[in-house]
């Protein structure tokens, strides 16, 4: 038990999917696990493991926000010696080439978060990185399958969801992706602690188009990312 996961040793798997909407936990764990069992409801940030083909997986709500997800994701590395952690989330778009209900793969994540800075006392700029491993298997993984296409590179972990003061236009021109609020946060802890992580996102709203989508289909619609992350922790297992 830590302090915001009441769980018991041995009732969180080693790989975790970490959606922020605890709905969205509670919906993976329904439609896409077996022998599933809630092991957290703290807070109501559901925490659900279960199988899946036969592999131990669990899925842990985040929460919105840098803050909120180095919390959980600390004590998933700490408390429950979780070895790899796979954001499921959404993001919005600041490319024009990328669509709504796209996939956005996070190798980096920039952020104007001073969570970070304040790790190293305000020396460096972390430059926070997820781990190849789960992002190459990932990336071939969505291209095999023929799921919604796929882009990789920078996202934008935001401090701030209304944040009109950031010039999102250079950002598209320096080859930001993607807006969301909690990869940059969740590479850190796993860099601290020397563990696996990636951000794997659907495009669920754009800066530049004005596409949107509703909350339910954020929450139970975005099943490529799902898939496409579970099927990634069953390969990694495999060769691990």
Do not use: W
């Not at 882009?151 to 999102?168: A, C, Q």
């Not at 709203?205 to 992350?229: G, I, S």
């Amino acid at each position: 038990m830590t302090t915001h996961i009441n769980a018991k040793k041995g009732d969180i798997a080693p790989y975790v999917l970490f959606p922020g909407d605890p709905l969205r936990a509670k919906y993976i764990a329904e439609n896409y696990l077996e022998d599933v069992h809630c092991y957290n409801e703290v807070r109501n940030m559901f925490g659900f493991t279960g199988t899946y083909k036969g592999l131990p997986i669990s899925v842990q709500g985040s929460g919105m926000g840098i803050p909120s997800a180095m919390i959980y994701a600390e004590e998933l590395y700490t408390g429950f010696d979780v070895q790899a952690i796979i954001r499921v989330g959404s993001a919005g778009a600041l490319q024009e080439s990328i669509h709504v209900r796209d996939l956005v793969l996070g190798q980096g994540a920039t952020t104007d978060s001073s969570c970070l800075r304040n790790i190293f006392n305000q020396q460096v700029s972390f430059s926070a990185i997820s781990d190849f491993q789960l992002l190459d298997k990932a990336y071939h993984i969505a291209l095999d399958q023929g799921k919604a296409k796929v882009h990789v590179g920078n996202l934008l972990s935001s401090d701030r969801f209304y944040n009109e003061e950031i010039d999102k236009k250079k950002l598209a021109r320096y080859g930001m992706l993607a807006v969301e609020m909690e990869a940059a946060g969740l590479y850190a802890v796993a860099a601290k602690h020397q563990r696996k992580a990636l951000a794997l996102c659907t495009i669920s709203d754009h800066a530049v188009t004005k596409e949107q989508t509703t909350a339910q289909e954020r929450e139970q619609t975005f099943t490529d990312m799902m898939e496409v992350a579970l099927e990634t922790f069953y390969q990694t297992a495999q060769a691990d």
